[in-house]
């Protein structure tokens, strides 16, 4: 069947070619396909859409919607090889990559969202007797689908940042229009496909290809928006939501710092600094992106994460188990990682390992450990965005945090010591919106913890009760079951009510001492 994109596309130009993307395989430079750009007036009629099939899914309730969830959850794992490839061939991930997240983590999310969304979005009762004047009311907060979401998704996940945060709004009763990556939209058009097999009603979920514009478009058809990206797009979404008074979360970028005390397992956090720095080539919002070690254990440290990123494999990725460090997939990024590094270098940086743009076929950047960095430099300051660990001597967990909240961003972070007492307590002072213990990245798979960023890096947060709470409106119901004729407080005001009312009010509130 045709893709919501296509038919829309054809039916705005009338037959005429749409203006088109070519989307192309970073690790190889091949071409793959082109799709349409998508634009104002195709917004408005897959808005339509949408808007015309809302009602009928939302009416279906929690349990029919579980269930194409559930199908949906069935079709990717039967499909696995299928989408893992889609996913490589436009990002140039590796298969274990797209594995991880893209497949691991859509499936999770589906089950969780089936299984989760009547109890979040379940009535809820609240007590009436902190006000004399609503005591006895039935007080019921009420979750009703927002309508129509709109989400608009980076190209890092192609499918977990992107199709991940439509499944929440789908499953609170909403249809989602979702506005891809121009350099990753293969993977939503699957998608696509997907629940339309699995039982969507058409027009529930559609994707609509294109560019910024396209992004800019829907914003001013949908009813709120989900924004997964840069910071600089993010303040323009922002803006263009705020023009629509529309409700609107960010999910931007970070410059996450790993905190090493002397006393962590060092073998384990030399790993984790690796893995956690580098995977997915390093391009992942809560990548490991600067590495702060107490003096005591930072050369045995060095060494460590040192010989493990020598070890890796990068390359073409030809199937499971070839490589460890993919493509770098948007075209501008690779001048990113390189200016970052080469400013580094410029101001007395050492590098250990990698430093330079991988020679040969493909856009790959090599990874690359930096010592002997500070906060002079981008690679300390902003985000990089690729497979770049630089390492900096503390004189203590102090220092590190000091240095960890020296920074515009705010995602996430992570503490390695053996005192987990102690860990958590350096957590908490730690300004960002989630932070790990001897871990990294892992708790963005427990979806009932919520995710989101402080300072720059975000405003509201994704999984949780909020992270499908923010596609509802919220519907306050005060019901009125027996009452008097005239409440004490209605018309004509008199004297004699007024001041027995005030004496009520002192009655209620003015017990109990107070400084
Ligand atoms: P961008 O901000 O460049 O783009 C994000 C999306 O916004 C794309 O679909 C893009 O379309 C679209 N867009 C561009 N201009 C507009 C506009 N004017 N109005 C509406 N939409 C627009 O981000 P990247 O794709 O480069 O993604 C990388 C960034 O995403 C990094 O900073 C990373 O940290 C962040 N990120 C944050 C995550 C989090 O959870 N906090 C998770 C993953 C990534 P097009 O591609 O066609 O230009």
């Keep these: 069947?045709?893709?919501?994109?296509?038919?829309?596309?054809?039916?705005?130009?009338?037959?005429?070619?749409?203006?088109?993307?070519?989307?192309?395989?970073?690790?190889?430079?091949?071409?793959?396909?082109?799709?349409?750009?998508?634009?104002?007036?195709?917004?408005?009629?897959?808005?339509?859409?949408?808007?015309?099939?809302?009602?009928?899914?939302?009416?279906?309730?929690?349990?029919?919607?579980?269930?194409?969830?559930?199908?949906?959850?069935?079709?990717?794992?039967?499909?696995?090889?299928?989408?893992?490839?889609?996913?490589?061939?436009?990002s140039g991930k590796t298969h274990e990559d797209a594995q991880l997240?893209?497949?691991?983590?859509?499936?999770?999310?589906?089950?969780?969202?089936?299984?989760?969304?009547?109890?979040?979005?379940?009535?809820?009762?609240?007590?009436?007797?902190?006000?004399?004047?609503?005591?006895?009311?039935?007080?019921?907060?009420?979750?009703?689908?927002?309508?129509?979401?709109?989400?608009?998704?980076?190209?890092?996940?192609?499918?977990?940042?992107?199709?991940?945060d439509c499944i929440p709004a789908l499953a609170a009763g909403n249809s989602v229009l979702l506005k891809p990556s121009e350099v990753t939209p293969l993977s939503s058009l699957l998608m696509e496909e997907m629940l339309l097999e699995c039982g969507a009603p058409e027009g529930v979920f559609q994707v609509a290809t294109?560019?910024?514009?396209?992004?800019?478009?829907?914003?001013?058809?949908?009813?709120?928006?989900?924004?997964?990206?840069?910071?600089?797009?993010?303040?323009?979404?922002?803006?263009?939501a705020a023009?629509?008074?529309?409700?609107?979360?960010?999910?931007?970028?970070?410059?996450?710092?790993?905190?090493?005390?002397?006393?962590?397992?060092?073998?384990?956090?030399?790993?984790?600094?690796?893995?956690?720095?580098?995977?997915?080539?390093?391009?992942?919002?809560?990548?490991?992106?600067?590495?702060?070690?107490?003096?005591?254990?930072?050369?045995?440290?060095?060494?460590?994460?040192?010989?493990?990123?020598?070890?890796?494999?990068?390359?073409?990725?030809?199937?499971?188990?070839?490589?460890?460090?993919?493509?770098?997939?948007?075209?501008?990024?690779?001048?990113?990682?390189?200016?970052?590094?080469?400013?580094?270098?410029?101001?007395g940086a050492k590098v250990l390992t990698g430093g330079r743009r991988r020679p040969g076929a493909g856009r790959f950047y090599e990874p690359t450990v930096l010592v002997d960095v500070d906060h002079s430099m981008k690679i300390m300051q902003d985000e990089t965005f690729g497979p770049t660990l630089p390492i900096m001597r503390v004189a203590d967990a102090e220092e590190g945090v000091r240095l960890a909240n020296d920074s515009v961003y705010g995602l996430q972070a992570s503490v390695w010591t053996s005192d987990t007492e102690r860990g958590e307590a350096l957590a908490r002072r730690i300004e960002a919106g989630v932070v790990c213990v001897n871990d990294a990245q892992i708790n963005y798979t427990a979806l009932n913890l919520p995710m989101g960023g402080w300072k720059a890096s975000g405003l509201g947060t994704r999984h949780g009760a909020q992270g499908i709470r923010k596609y509802t409106k919220v519907q306050s119901l005060l019901v009125t079951k027996r009452a008097l004729k005239r409440e004490p407080f209605m018309f004509p005001y008199r004297a004699r009510r007024?001041?027995?009312?005030?004496?009520?009010?002192?009655?209620?509130?003015?017990?109990g001492s107070r400084d």
């Design 210 to 240: 294109g560019d910024g514009g396209t992004g800019a478009a829907l914003i001013e058809q949908v009813d709120c928006v989900m924004f997964t990206g840069s910071n600089k797009t993010g303040k323009t979404v922002l803006k263009a």
């Design 243 to 347: 023009e629509q008074m529309i409700p609107c979360y960010l999910e931007l970028g970070g410059k996450d710092p790993m905190i090493v005390c002397a006393d962590a397992d060092i073998e384990r956090a030399a790993n984790a600094a690796a893995f956690y720095g580098l995977n997915n080539g390093g391009q992942v919002c809560i990548s490991v992106e600067r590495v702060y070690v107490e003096e005591p254990v930072y050369d045995r440290f060095v060494d460590a994460v040192t010989e493990n990123v020598r070890r890796l494999r990068q390359g073409a990725p030809a199937g499971v188990g070839t490589v460890d460090v993919g493509a770098v997939t948007f075209p501008p990024q690779i001048e990113i990682v390189d200016a970052h590094v080469q400013d580094a270098v410029q101001k």
């Design 101 to 164: 997240a893209d497949l691991g983590y859509t499936v999770a999310a589906l089950g969780f969202w089936a299984k989760e969304a009547a109890g979040y979005l379940a009535d809820e009762r609240v007590p009436s007797w902190n006000n004399p004047v609503a005591a006895g009311k039935k007080l019921v907060i009420r979750y009703a689908p927002i309508g129509l979401v709109g989400v608009i998704g980076p190209w890092n996940y192609p499918i977990a940042n992107s199709f991940g």
């Design 498 to 511: 007024t001041m027995l009312l005030r004496r009520f009010f002192k009655l209620f509130y003015g017990r």
């Design 1 to 90: 069947m045709a893709s919501a994109t296509e038919r829309t596309s054809a039916e705005s130009n009338g037959g005429a070619t749409a203006a088109t993307i070519s989307v192309e395989n970073p690790a190889t430079g091949e071409l793959i396909t082109t799709v349409p750009v998508l634009g104002a007036g195709d917004l408005h009629t897959l808005a339509a859409r949408g808007r015309a099939a809302q009602p009928g899914w939302s009416e279906l309730g929690f349990e029919e919607r579980g269930r194409v969830l559930r199908r949906a959850q069935k079709w990717m794992l039967d499909n696995a090889d299928r989408i893992i490839s889609v996913v490589v061939s436009e």
